[in-house]
C-alpha cells in the first residue's frame, strides 16, 4: 500500500514534493520539533531545575529560589522580555521567532532524528533531608488574607516551587474548599509584571536608602507627636500587623490610622450598630436554617468565608427520596448572581428598593413599627411575595435566617438583625461575635477625613501599606490630586500601580506566598501566615515596612510575628505549640467567643431616596472575578468566565432584556453612564432577571497600570463611585455612543432549546416520581449494545455531580487549570470560541425572561465507555484505558480535531497556537506542575480525572500493598468544590461514595440517549418551592436561530 | 529511424527496478537508523566531569546502589548522590587525589557537580523508580551490568517498542526482591516458572493495565 | 478498442442524430497532425503565458500560505471549537469531488461504449488527476502537526504503534492514494501510444528522446495493442468501483460521527452523485474555453456539450432528491438535534449560504432542460460555474453548520473563513491551473490515438 | 513498385520483410493472406488497435486477467491482515469500547487495497508481457516506419519464421498489395 501512497508522494503532488523529507521518515517518539525555547523537555525541565540546588543552607524549601538564580530561566525572568507575554497571539515576537525556526527544521524533516541534547544532572551538595527529588511535593498550611478575613491553605511545593493551592481542612473558613482566588493566588505569585525593585520618584533604591528616610520622616514627626503622620492601609486582620500599628500610634498619639476596602463592609458594620449599637460580626449557620431570606445578599460568591456558607447551605441541598431536609432560599437580588441562581423564589427588586421591601417583611413578620414607614406602593405579586414569605418564616421559627447584602445600607442590615430576633433565630441559625479585623471602624468617614486632611495641607507624611487608594477612592474624594499636597507619600505594593506612581517612595511588597504574617478568619480564628519561598523580586512584608518606623528597623517579619504570639502560646514549650500552628495552620483557641447582643429598635427609615423616575439606578458591585482591581492582572482570573455572564476580560455594564429594550440596546453596544456628573464610557451586556430600570457595573477594571493584562482591560467604574453613593446611585443616565466594544463571552447561547441537559423537578414531583431524571428520555438500557463490554477487573473510576449543590462558583474551573498547566489564551482567542479550560460551568435560563430560572452545570470530559472521540481518532491518540479512562495521549496527537467535532459535549481544548509558551514568561513556567504534560502547539488536550493523582496513589498503594482507599484520590475539582457537589471515585467498589450516589435516584448520564455510557454521571436538581406561592414552572425558552453576537 | 542504441533496454529496465528497491531500501534505513544506537545513544559510553568508575564503586568494592541512588525505592526519580555523600568516605581514603579534586572543589564551593546524564527517556514519559523496583525488576534489567562499565552507558534503547516488551510478558524478567539491586542474578529454577510466580506473588496488574496508556503517558 | 460499423454505433434517438462526435472531412493523418501539433509546435500562443503566468502567482500564493500555516499554527485559520473543521475540509471534499468526473469518463463511459467520451477523457483524466493533488493537500494541512501526517500510514516504528483502523480519516487516506494512484496509471497507460507518436513526429532530438522514453518503445504492433485493450478494460473495470467507492469513503468522515446533520445513511449515494455533477460542472468550464483557443471544435462537438449537459441535470437531479431526504429525514427522525439542525440550516445564522446552495445546485440546472440551453456553449458555461460555486457552498453548509450546533447549547459558536482560509483556497485553485496548462502544453489533450478510430478511414470494408 | 536493391556492404543479418499498407484494409487482406500460406511468425504494426488482426494474425487470448485477478486476492488477504494482526495480536487496545477485531470498519481499507494491486498488476503485467519498455528495436530501423503512428499499416515476417525465403516472402508480400516492402535488419 504505501508504494501506492509514495506514488502519489513523489509523482503526483506537487504540493507534497515542493516540502522535502516530509512523510519518509521513521516517527521521533516525542514531540517534534526541538524547540530551541525548550532546550530541554518541560517534564524533565523542572526536575533539573529542581536538581539545580547546591546551597548548603538549602536546608528550608523556599530558599532553593536563590540556587535557580544562576540559571538561565531565572535570569531570563528577572530581565524579561516584554514579548513574552505579547497579548496579541498574532504578533509575530522573538519566542515566535525561534518556534518558526523549530517548524522549519521540522519540515526539513530534521525531526527524524529522535537523538535527544545531552543534559546535565545537577546533584545536590548537601541534600536536604525532606527534598527527594522526584518524590511527593510537600505541603505547606498558611493562609490568604481577601476584604479583611483570611481562608486557610494548604500550599503543594515541588521542590521549592509552590505549585497549588487546596484550602486547610481545619480551617474553619475553609474546611478543606478553596475559592478562585486562592487558586489563582499563585499564578499572582509568579506574575511577571510584579513590582521588582524599590524605587524613589521611579529611580531604584536601596532598603537602606528608604530606612534612612523612614527614619528622618518619624523623627520629625515626633516633635507635632505624629499630628502630621497618617497611615493608610486595607482592613487588617492582621494582630501582628494591628500590635505594630499600635505601638507606632503609642509613640506618635497624633498620628491618624485610616483603612480602606473599597469592596469593604461598612455597611454591615453600620448595621450592625445600628441594630446593636457596636461593631459586631453575625455569623450565620445556614446548615441550621430551614429558610433563608437574602436581601441582595450574594453570601454563596462573596462576602466573609463564602465558602463556609456554600458548604453549609449546600449540605441543606442534599435530598433524600423522601425529598426531606432541602432547606427554602428566597432571594430578592437586583444583580443577577450565584445565589439568587439557587434561590427557591427569586424576586428581581432595585437596589434601592430592597430596603421597602425590608421594612415590608418586617411589619409582616411583625415588627410593626418597621413597616409604618417607607413602605411605598408596591405590586400585587410583590405583596403575595411578602405575605408567603412571612408566613413560612413563621412557621420555621428559629430555623430561619435572614442576611442582608454588603451592598445594601446599614438600615436593611439593621432590619435583618431585627427580624431574625424577632423570628428567635439569634442564637440559633445566626450568632454574633467580635469582628475578625483588628479595629472596626466607619471607613468612608475616615477616609473622607484623610481626604480633606490632605487637602488642607494637614498631612505631611502618608505611609500607604497595600491597596490602590488612588485608584479606588470615592471619585468625589479626588484622592489622587490631593495626595499630591502630601509632603512624603510612601506606598508599599504588588505592582507599580496607579498610587505607586503618585508616591515618591515604592516598596514592592511580598506576596503572601513569600512572607510571615497572620491572619484572622471569619470567626476570629487565627492562622499564622508562613512563607513558600524567598521573595521572588526582593519584596516586603507590611510588618518589615512597619518595623522600619519601629526601634528596630531591621527586625524580620518573621521574628515579628513570632514575638505576637510568644505570649499566646505560652513561653515554656513555644517552640513546640509553635510548630503545631504552623504544621494545622490554625492557632487552637483564638476563635472569638459568641456574644450576647440585643437588638434595639429598628431606626425609622432615612427620607426616601428620590424616586427612579428621574432616571435608571446604577449599582455598584466588586468585580466577581477580579475583585477590587487588585487581580487585575491575573491571567487566570481574567479568563475565568464570570459566574452567569459567561463575560472574560472585561466588565460590563449589565442590564435587563425590558431596559435594554427601553434603551434600545444590543450587546456589545458602547453607552455612555452619566450619574453625580461623572460619566464613564461602557459596553452594555444584557441579562435576563436583572432588576429594570436598574444598570449593575463591576468596579476594579479599567486599570492604568496593571501589567500586561490588567492595563485597559475593561473601563473603570470607580470614576462614577461616589461616596454619597458608593453601592447604589440614582438618577443614572445611559446614552449609546454609537460605538460597540467586543466582548468575550465564553458561552453564547444560554438556551437549553428544550433538551434535556439540566433535569430539575420541584421537590413534591420528586417524591411523587423519584426515577424523573430517568423518564426524561429513552435511553438503551445497559443490555442493548452491540458492542462487547469490556470486563473491569480493576478499578472503574466515575465522577459523579449533584446539580443541587453545585453553586456554580468556578473553583473548580480555576482548581483545574492550576492542576493540570492548562494556558490562558487571551480575550482574542476566547472570542474565537478557543478558550482552554477543561471543565466548564454551562448554564441556562428557564423559565419567565423577565425573572428566570437558572440551571447551572459543571461540564468535564465524561469519559465515555463508548467513547465517540476514540472511534475516530487516526492514530490510537485517544484510546480508552483498562480502568475506564478515556486517555489522551498528547505526543501521539497530530490534530485533526476529528474527536473534538464527534465529542456530543464538546469538552476537548485544542492548542490552535503554541499557547504553553504564548502567554508565559519565564517566571510563570515555574508555576508548572511537573506531573502534568505541557502540551504542544497543535495537539488536542482535555479533562483527564487528574491522572497524574490517580497514578500517584496507585503507586504508593502498590508500593505499601495496601488497596485504595475510597477518597484518598480525588481530582482537583472535586478537592477544590466548597458545594462538595462533585464526588470522584472507583465505581468497582459498591461502598464507594461516587458507587453510592449513582445508585440515587435523582442520578442521570448527559446525553445518555447516545448510548456513549459516561463514566461522569449528574444527580437531577430539585428545587422546593413554597407551595403558597406560584409554582415557578420549568418551562423552556422558545427554540432560537438568531445569529450570536460577539463571535468574530 | 531508431533513436535509442541496443543498450538502453537493459538501461531502462535495470533503472526501472532499481528504483523500486531503492526507496524501499531507503525507508529501511531510515527505520533502522531510527532504532540504531546512533539514534538511541544505546552502548556509547559518556564522558564524565570526573572519572567515576561504577565497575569499581558498585563492582570492586561491591557498595550497594541505594547508598548512592537513595530514592530508588521511594520516588520515581532514582537520585544522584550529592557531593556529600562522595565525601562520606573520601574525606578519608584518597583524600588528597588530584582526580577528586573537582569533589573537593564543589564541597568547599558550594557549587555543585554537573554530570552528562546517561539514562534520557524519551519526553512525555513518565517513568517511576520505586514501583519497578518494588516489583521485582532489577537494576541490571534495564541498565545492564553496571558494576561492570568504567564509564557509565546506557544498556537499552529506551524506546516505547522496548519498554512494551516488558510490559507485554514481566515474567521473563521478574526477579525476587532480594535479587532486585544485585548484578549478574542467574535464577535457581527457570526464568519463566519463577517469573509467573513471582507475577502472582507481587500482584502485577493485567497485560491491558501495564500496556494502558496513562500507565506511563499523562 | 471499437471499430465504429454505421449500424452498430448507438446512436441516442432525438436531435443528436445529426450532431456527429466528430465533423467530417477528417483523416488518420490530419486528426493526428491537428492534436500533435499543439504539443509540438515551437511558438507557444500567447494566451497561454497569459493563463500560466497568473495561476502561477496564485500558486506562490498558496505556498505563502502553507509557510504562513507551518509557522504559526492552524490558529491563522477560522477554525475553533465546535468547528473543528473549516476551509481545509471543505475544499478536500469540493476538490476530491470535481476528480471524479475524469476517471468516470473514462472508465464508465467506455464500459458503456459511449464513443463521445474519446475527445474529452485525456483532459478529463488530467484533470482529476490535479484536482486529486490539491484535494490531498488539504487533510495534510489541516493537522496540528502536518509533518507528522505519516502517522496515518502503516510502517514498522519503534513505537510499536499502527493506524486506528476504525477511523474514517485512515480510509481516507487509503482511498484518496489508491485513487490517485490508479487515475495515473490509467491515464499514463492512455497516453503510451500517444507518446509513440509523438516521438515519431517530433523533429528535435530531445523531444524525441523524451517522448520516446516516455513511449516505453511502443510501436503500435498487434500483439501489444490485443494485451493493451485488455490492460485497459480491466484497469476501466476497476476505476468504476474505485471512484464510487472513493466518494462514498470521504462522505463516511461525516456518516460515521455523530453529529447531528452529519450522521445520515443518504450520504454516500448523494455524495458520489453530487462529486460526478461537480466533476462534470469543471469538465464544461475547461473544455469550453479550450475548444475555442485551441480551435478544437471539431474534436469537442456540441454533441459532447449537450450530453455532459444531461449528465449534468441527472446527477443534479439526484443531489437534490439528497437534499430533500436530508430535510425530511431531520424531521422524521424525531431527535430534537437532527430537527434543529436541518431547521438551523434553513433559519439559522447561515441560511444565505443554504438558499444559495439550493439555488445554484437545484434551480439553475433546470434550465438544462431546454436544448436551447444544452447546445449553447456560453450559457453552458455560465451553469457549470455556478454548478462549480454551488457544490463548494453544499460542503460549507455540511461541515459547518452540522457542527456549530450540535448537542449542548452551551457550546455553540461561529465559524468564519480568515484571508488565510481563503489564500489557501485560492491558491490550490492556481496550482491546479498551472499543472493544467503545463499539460496543454507539453501531452496531447486529446486521446490521438482513439480520435484516429473515429475517422471513416478507419472503416474496414470486408468484401462479402 | 517493389524494389529489392540490397546493400551488400551492410552486414547486420536481417530480422524480417517489412510491408507499408495504406489502409486497414489491404492489411487485413495481406495478414490474413500471410496466414493462410503458413506465414506464423509475423507481426502487424498499426496507428490504432484493430481487432480483426487478432484472429488474422492467429493471437493467442492472454493471460493478463488472471495475473489481476491474483493481484486483488493478495491485496484483499494483504490488507485484511495487517489489520486484523495489529488490532488484535500486536497491540490491542480498547477504541471506544468497539471490538478488539471489528471487521465491518475494515472492509474499506481492504477494498481500496484490493483494487490498487489488481490495477497495479494490471498495467505492469501488461508491460511485462509486451516486454516494455523496449526502446530499441529492430522495426525502428525500417524505412518510414514513424508513419505506423500515423496513417500507415505495416506487416513484418520476420526471419525466424520458418517459410521465410528473402525472395519468395518479398515477392508475396508485394502480391498482397504493400506499397513498399523493405528488408529490416536486427
Redesign the interface.
Known amino acids: 500500500m504505501s508504494d501506492g501512497a509514495r506514488e502519489t508522494g513523489n509523482g503526483e503532488k506537487p504540493g507534497t514534493q515542493s516540502r522535502p523529507g516530509l512523510p519518509v521518515y521513521p516517527p521521533p517518539a516525542a514531540m517534534p520539533p526541538p524547540d530551541p525555547l525548550e532546550p530541554q523537555p518541560e517534564v524533565l525541565d523542572f526536575r533539573a531545575l529542581a536538581l539545580r540546588r547546591a546551597d548548603e543552607r538549602g536546608g528550608r524549601p523556599w530558599r532553593s529560589l536563590e540556587e535557580l538564580a544562576n540559571t538561565p530561566e531565572f535570569s531570563a525572568m528577572l530581565h524579561r522580555d516584554e514579548n513574552a507575554v505579547a497579548l496579541d497571539p498574532s504578533g509575530v515576537d522573538r519566542r515566535d521567532l525561534f518556534k518558526y525556526l523549530g517548524a522549519s527544521f521540522a519540515l526539513a524533516g530534521l525531526t527524524a532524528c529522535t537523538r535527544q541534547p545531552t543534559e546535565k544532572i545537577v546533584p545536590y551538595v548537601r541534600q536536604p533531608e525532606e527534598i527527594i527529588p522526584g518524590g511527593h511535593p510537600l505541603t505547606y498550611a498558611t493562609a490568604m488574607t481577601l476584604g479583611g478575613t483570611a481562608t486557610g491553605l494548604l500550599i503543594e511545593s515541588h521542590q521549592g516551587r509552590p505549585t497549588k493551592a487546596e484550602g486547610n481542612p481545619l480551617h474553619p473558613a475553609s474546611l478543606g474548599a478553596s475559592d478562585v482566588f486562592s487558586q489563582a493566588s499563585l499564578y499572582g505569585l509568579y506574575d511577571p509584571d510584579r513590582s521588582q525593585t524599590l524605587l524613589y520618584l521611579e529611580e531604584i533604591r536601596p532598603w537602606p536608602a528608604f530606612l534612612g528616610a523612614i527614619h528622618a520622616a518619624i523623627e520629625a514627626e515626633r516633635a507635632g507627636r505624629g499630628a502630621g503622620l497618617r497611615l493608610l492601609t486595607e482592613t487588617v486582620c492582621s494582630p501582628t500587623l494591628a500590635r505594630q500599628i499600635q505601638e507606632l500610634l503609642k509613640a506618635l498619639p497624633e498620628a491618624k490610622w485610616v483603612q480602606w476596602e473599597p469592596a469593604g463592609r461598612h455597611n454591615a458594620r453600620e448595621g450592625a450598630r445600628l441594630a446593636f449599637g457596636e461593631y459586631v460580626e453575625a455569623i450565620p449557620h445556614f446548615d441550621r436554617a430551614d429558610v433563608i431570606v437574602s436581601l441582595d445578599a450574594d453570601f454563596l460568591s462573596s462576602g466573609p468565608a463564602f465558602l463556609r456558607a456554600t458548604r453549609d447551605f449546600s449540605s441543606r441541598r442534599r435530598v433524600g427520596a423522601d425529598g426531606a431536609g432541602l432547606n427554602r432560599l428566597y432571594a430578592v437580588e437586583s444583580t443577577p448572581a450565584n445565589t439568587g441562581a439557587k434561590a427557591d423564589h427569586r424576586l428581581p427588586l432595585r437596589a434601592g428598593e430592597v430596603e421597602g421591601f425590608a421594612r415590608q417583611l418586617a411589619a409582616a413578620v411583625g415588627l410593626g413599627e418597621a413597616g409604618a414607614a417607607g413602605v411605598g406602593p408596591s405590586a400585587p405579586e410583590r405583596v403575595k411575595f411578602v405575605a408567603a414569605l412571612a408566613e413560612d418564616l413563621a412557621k420555621h421559627r428559629g430555623r430561619s435566617l435572614i442576611v442582608a447584602g454588603d451592598g445594601q445600607p446599614p438600615a436593611v442590615h439593621a432590619l435583618a438583625h431585627a427580624m431574625n430576633a424577632a423570628l428567635g433565630n439569634v442564637g440559633a441559625t445566626v450568632e454574633f461575635a467580635a469582628p475578625p479585623e483588628a479595629q472596626p471602624s466607619d471607613q468612608l468617614a475616615d477616609l473622607s477625613a484623610l481626604a480633606s486632611d490632605m487637602d488642607a495641607g494637614r498631612v505631611r507624611t502618608l505611609l500607604i501599606l497595600g491597596g490602590n487608594p488612588v485608584f479606588t477612592a470615592p471619585a468625589d474624594f479626588r484622592f489622587g490630586e490631593r495626595l499630591q499636597k502630601v509632603g512624603l507619600r510612601i506606598h508599599l505594593s504588588p505592582h507599580v500601580d496607579e498610587t505607586s506612581v503618585a508616591c515618591h517612595w515604592h516598596i514592592p511588597e511580598a506576596h503572601f506566598l513569600e512572607s510571615w504574617s497572620d491572619a484572622r478568619a471569619f470567626d476570629g480564628t487565627a492562622s499564622i501566615v508562613q512563607p513558600l519561598i524567598a521573595p521572588l523580586y526582593g519584596g516586603r512584608s507590611a510588618h518589615e515596612v512597619l518595623a522600619a518606623t519601629s526601634t528596630e528597623p531591621e527586625r524580620s517579619g518573621y521574628d515579628v510575628v513570632r514575638d505576637t504570639w510568644r505570649p499566646f502560646l505560652g513561653g515554656a514549650d513555644f517552640e513546640a505549640a509553635w510548630r503545631r500552628a504552623l504544621h494545622d495552620g490554625v492557632i487552637p483557641g483564638t476563635a472569638s467567643v459568641s456574644k450576647n447582643v440585643t437588638a434595639r429598635a429598628v431606626p425609622a427609615p432615612a427620607p426616601a431616596a428620590p424616586p427612579a423616575s428621574g432616571g435608571l439606578e446604577v449599582i455598584f458591585r466588586p468585580d466577581p472575578m477580579i475583585h477590587d482591581g487588585r487581580f487585575a492582572n491575573n491571567g487566570w482570573l481574567q479568563e475565568l468566565p464570570k459566574p452567569l455572564t459567561k463575560l472574560t476580560w472585561d466588565n460590563a455594564a449589565i442590564v435587563s432584556p425590558a431596559t435594554a429594550g427601553r434603551h434600545s440596546l444590543a450587546k456589545e453596544d458602547v453607552v455612555r453612564l452619566t450619574v453625580g456628573g461623572r460619566s464613564v464610557d461602557a459596553a452594555v451586556w444584557i441579562e435576563p432577571g436583572h432588576a429594570d430600570d436598574s444598570v449593575t457595573v463591576h468596579f476594579g477594571y479599567g486599570r492604568t497600570r496593571a501589567g500586561k493584562f490588567g492595563t485597559g482591560a475593561g473601563f473603570n467604574a470607580y470614576a462614577i463611585r461616589a461616596s454619597g453613593a458608593l453601592w447604589i446611585a440614582a438618577g443614572g443616565q445611559i446614552v449609546k455612543t454609537g460605538a460597540t466594544h467586543p466582548l468575550a463571552c465564553t458561552q453564547m447561547h444560554q438556551n437549553m432549546e428544550g433538551r434535556d441537559i439540566v433535569r430539575a423537578a420541584n421537590v413534591a414531583d420528586f417524591v411523587r416520581d423519584p426515577q424523573f431524571a430517568h423518564r426524561l428520555t429513552k435511553s438503551p438500557e445497559d443490555g442493548e449494545t452491540m458492542y462487547p463490554t469490556y470486563p473491569s477487573d480493576t478499578h472503574a473510576w466515575a465522577m459523579a455531580i449533584d446539580l443541587n449543590q453545585c453553586v456554580g462558583c468556578n473553583a473548580c474551573v480555576v482548581a483545574c487549570q492550576a492542576e493540570n498547566n492548562i494556558p490562558v489564551v487571551g480575550k482574542d482567542q476566547v472570542r474565537r470560541g478557543r478558550e482552554m479550560h477543561w471543565l466548564r460551568i454551562d448554564h441556562y435560563y428557564g423559565g419567565e425572561p423577565a425573572n428566570p430560572q437558572h440551571y447551572l452545570q459543571p461540564v468535564p470530559c465524561m469519559h465515555c465507555e463508548k467513547a465517540p472521540c476514540e472511534l475516530v481518532c487516526p492514530v490510537e491518540a485517544t484510546v480508552h484505558s483498562a480502568e475506564g479512562l478515556n486517555d489522551m495521549v498528547y505526543n501521539r496527537c497530530v490534530g485533526t480535531r476529528y474527536c473534538s467535532n464527534n465529542c456530543p459535549y464538546k469538552v476537548r481544548r485544542f492548542n490552535f497556537y503554541h499557547y504553553s509558551t504564548q502567554f508565559r514568561a519565564p517566571s510563570l513556567q515555574m508555576l508548572t506542575n511537573p506531573d502534568v504534560t505541557v502540551r504542544w502547539r497543535g495537539v488536542m488536550e482535555k479533562c483527564t480525572y487528574c491522572v497524574q493523582r490517580i497514578n500517584r496513589v496507585k503507586i504508593d498503594s502498590e508500593i505499601g500493598n495496601r488497596t485504595i482507599r475510597d477518597g484518598e484520590i480525588t481530582t482537583a475539582c472535586a478537592q477544590a468544590c466548597p458545594a462538595n457537589a462533585i464526588v470522584f471515585g472507583d465505581l468497582s467498589d459498591p461502598a464507594s461514595r461516587v458507587a453510592q450516589m449513582r445508585k440515587d435516584p435523582r442520578t442521570y448520564a448527559l446525553l445518555e440517549e447516545l448510548g456513549t455510557r459516561p463514566r461522569t454521571t449528574y444527580l437531577a436538581q430539585v428545587r422546593n418551592p413554597n407551595p403558597a406561592l406560584p409554582e415557578p414552572v420549568r418551562r423552556d425558552w422558545p427554540t432560537s436561530f438568531r445569529e450570536e453576537t460577539g463571535q468574530l | 529511424m531508431q533513436i535509442f542504441h541496443r543498450s538502453t533496454n537493459t538501461i531502462s529496465r535495470v533503472s526501472l527496478f532499481g528504483a523500486v528497491f531503492f526507496i524501499g531500501i531507503l525507508l529501511w534505513l531510515f527505520y533502522d537508523l531510527e532504532a540504531s544506537p546512533w539514534t538511541t545513544q544505546q552502548n556509547v559510553a559518556r564522558n564524565q566531569p570526573l572519572q567515576f568508575s561504577h565497575a569499581h564503586h558498585a563492582g570492586a568494592i561491591g557498595i550497594d546502589c541505594r547508598y548512592c541512588h537513595t530514592s530508588v525505592e521511594k520516588a520515581a526519580f532514582a537520585g544522584i548522590p550529592p557531593t556529600k555523600t562522595c565525601m562520606n568516605c573520601h574525606s578519608q581514603i584518597w583524600a588528597q587525589s588530584p582526580y577528586l579534586e573537582p569533589v573537593r572543589a564543589s564541597y568547599r564551593t558550594g557549587e555543585s557537580l554537573q554530570w552528562n546524564r546517561v539514562h534520557d527517556l524519551p519526553d512525555f514519559v513518565y517513568f517511576n523508580h520505586a514501583i519497578h523496583v518494588n516489583k521485582g525488576v532489577g537494576c541490571e534489567t534495564c541498565h545492564g551490568r553496571v558494576d561492570q562499565m568504567p564509564l557509565m552507558w546506557q544498556a537499552a534503547p529506551l524506546q516505547m517498542a522496548w519498554c512494551l516488551e516488558c510490559h507485554r510478558n514481566p515474567e521473563k524478567y521478574l526477579r525476587p526482591k532480594d535479587k532486585v539491586f544485585t548484578m549478574g542474578f542467574l535464577p535457581a529454577e527457570d526464568q519463566l516458572t519463577m517469573g509467573r510466580r513471582l507475577r502472582k506473588e507481587y500482584g502485577l496488574r493485567s497485560e491491558a493495565l501495564l500496556t494502558t496508556c496513562s500507565t506511563c503517558h499523562r | 478498442m471499437k471499430k465504429p460499423k454505421p449500424d452498430l454505433v448507438p446512436i441516442p434517438p432525438g436531435q443528436d442524430r445529426r450532431v456527429p462526435v466528430i465533423e467530417p472531412g477528417y483523416t488518420f493523418a490530419s486528426v493526428t497532425d491537428k492534436i500533435g501539433q499543439i504539443v509540438l509546435t515551437r511558438r507557444t500562443p500567447v494566451f497561454w503565458f497569459f493563463g500560466f503566468g497568473i495561476s502561477f502567482l496564485l500558486m506562490m500564493a498558496l505556498l505563502a500560505s502553507i509557510g504562513m500555516l507551518l509557522f504559526r499554527g492552524v490558529g491563522i485559520w477560522g477554525v475553533n471549537i465546535p468547528i473543528g473543521w473549516g476551509f481545509a475540509i471543505i475544499n478536500f471534499v469540493w476538490w476530491i469531488g470535481i476528480g471524479h468526473a475524469g476517471t468516470l469518463i473514462s472508465a464508465i463511459l467506455l464500459l458503456l461504449r459511449q464513443e463521445w467520451r474519446t475527445s474529452i477523457n485525456r483532459f478529463a483524466e488530467a484533470m482529476t488527476l490535479f484536482a486529486v493533488a490539491c484535494a490531498g493537500l488539504f487533510p495534510v494541512l489541516h493537522m496540528g502537526r502536518p509533518w507528522l501526517a505519516y502517522w496515518l500510514l502503516p510502517y514498522p516504528n519503534t513505537m510499536a504503534l499502527w493506524p486506528q483502523w476504525r477511523s474514517p480519516l485512515v480510509w481516507d487516506v487509503f482511498a484518496v492514494s489508491t485513487y490517485a494512484t490508479v487515475s495515473a496509471l490509467f491515464w499514463y497507460v492512455g497516453l503510451i501510444p500517444d507518446f509513440a507518436t509523438l516521438r515519431d513526429r517530433a523533429r528535435r532530438k530531445g523531444f524525441q528522446i523524451v517522448y520516446g522514453m516516455l513511449s516505453l518503445g511502443w510501436r503500435g504492433s498487434a500483439q501489444h495493442w490485443h494485451r493493451y485493450e485488455t490492460a485497459y478494460l480491466l484497469l476501466a473495470g476497476l476505476a468504476t468501483p474505485l471512484v464510487i467507492s472513493v466518494h462514498t469513503v470521504v462522505s463516511f468522515d461525516f456518516t460515521v460521527a455523530i453529529t447531528p446533520g452529519w450522521h445520515s445513511t443518504i450520504f454516500p449515494p448523494y455524495f458520489v452523485a453530487g462529486a460526478i455533477y461537480a466533476g462534470f460542472a469543471m469538465v464544461l468550464t475547461l473544455s469550453i474555453p479550450l475548444r475555442k483557443l485551441y480551435g478544437l471544435e471539431d474534436f469537442i462537438t456540441l454533441r459532447h456539450l449537450q450530453n455532459m449537459g444531461k449528465i449534468m441535470l441527472a446527477t443534479g437531479l439526484i443531489v437534490g432528491y439528497g437534499y430533500m431526504v436530508e430535510a425530511f429525514m431531520g424531521w422524521y427522525s424525531g431527535s430534537p438535534g437532527e430537527l434543529y439542525v436541518t431547521l438551523n440550516r434553513m433559519l439559522g445564522p447561515y441560511a444565505k449560504a443554504y438558499w444559495a446552495l439550493i439555488l445554484c445546485n437545484i434551480v439553475t440546472p433546470q434550465t438544462l432542460w431546454f436544448r436551447k440551453v444544452r447546445s449553447t456553449p456560453w450559457i453552458l458555461f455560465l451553469v457549470a460555474m455556478v454548478v462549480n460555486v454551488g457544490m463548494w457552498l453544499e460542503r460549507f453548509v455540511i461541515v459547518v453548520t452540522s457542527l456549530h450546533r450540535d448537542f449542548l447549547p452551551s457550546s455553540w459558536g461561529m465559524y468564519h473563513g480568515t484571508f488565510w482560509d481563503w489564500a489557501t483556497f485560492i491558491g490550490t485553485i492556481g496550482l491546479f491551473l498551472s499543472l493544467l496548462f503545463l499539460f496543454l502544453r507539453f501531452l496531447p489533450m486529446i486521446s490521438i490515438f482513439e480520435m484516429r478510430t473515429l475517422v471513416p478511414e478507419a472503416e474496414v470494408r470486408e468484401e462479402p | 513498385m517493389t524494389d529489392f536493391e540490397r546493400h551488400p556492404d551492410e552486414g547486420r543479418p536481417l530480422y524480417g520483410l517489412m510491408a507499408e499498407f495504406e489502409?486497414?484494409?489491404e492489411l487485413?487482406a495481406a495478414a490474413r493472406g500471410a496466414y493462410e500460406s503458413g506465414y506464423r511468425k509475423m507481426?502487424?504494426?498499426?496507428?490504432?488497435?484493430?481487432?480483426?488482426?487478432?484472429e488474422a494474425?492467429g493471437?493467442k487470448p492472454?493471460k493478463?486477467?488472471w495475473l489481476?485477478l491474483a493481484g486483488g486476492i493478495l491485496g484483499c488477504c494483504s490488507?485484511l491482515f495487517?489489520?486484523w494482526f495489529?488490532?488484535t495480536i500486536?497491540?490491542?487496545?480498547?477504541?471506544?469500547?468497539?471490538?478488539l477485531a471489528?471487521w465491518p470498519?475494515?472492509i474499506?481499507?481492504t477494498?481500496?487495497?484490493t483494487?490498487?494491486f489488481?490495477?497495479?498488476a494490471?498495467?505492469f503485467?501488461?508491460?511485462g508481457?509486451?516486454g516494455?519498455?523496449?526502446?530499441?528495436?529492430p522495426?525502428?530501423?525500417a524505412p518510414r516506419?514513424?508513419?505506423?503512428?500515423?496513417?500507415r499499416f505495416f506487416l513484418c515476417i520476420e526471419v525466424a519464421d520458418p517459410n521465410f525465403a528473402l525472395e519468395k516472402t518479398s515477392l508475396f508480400l508485394a502480391n498482397q498489395g504493400a506499397r513498399v516492402v523493405s528488408e529490416v535488419e536486427e
Open positions: 489502409s486497414p484494409t487485413l507481426d502487424a504494426y498499426t496507428p490504432y488497435p484493430m481487432h480483426e488482426l487478432t494474425l493471437i492472454t493478463l486477467p489481476v490488507a495487517m489489520m495489529s488490532a500486536h497491540y490491542p487496545l480498547n477504541v471506544g469500547g468497539r471490538p471489528s470498519m475494515f474499506p481499507i477494498f481500496e487495497v483494487v490498487l489488481a490495477s497495479l494490471a498495467v503485467g501488461m508491460l508481457m509486451n516494455l519498455p523496449m526502446p530499441y528495436h522495426v525502428f530501423n516506419f514513424a508513419l505506423a503512428s500515423r496513417d
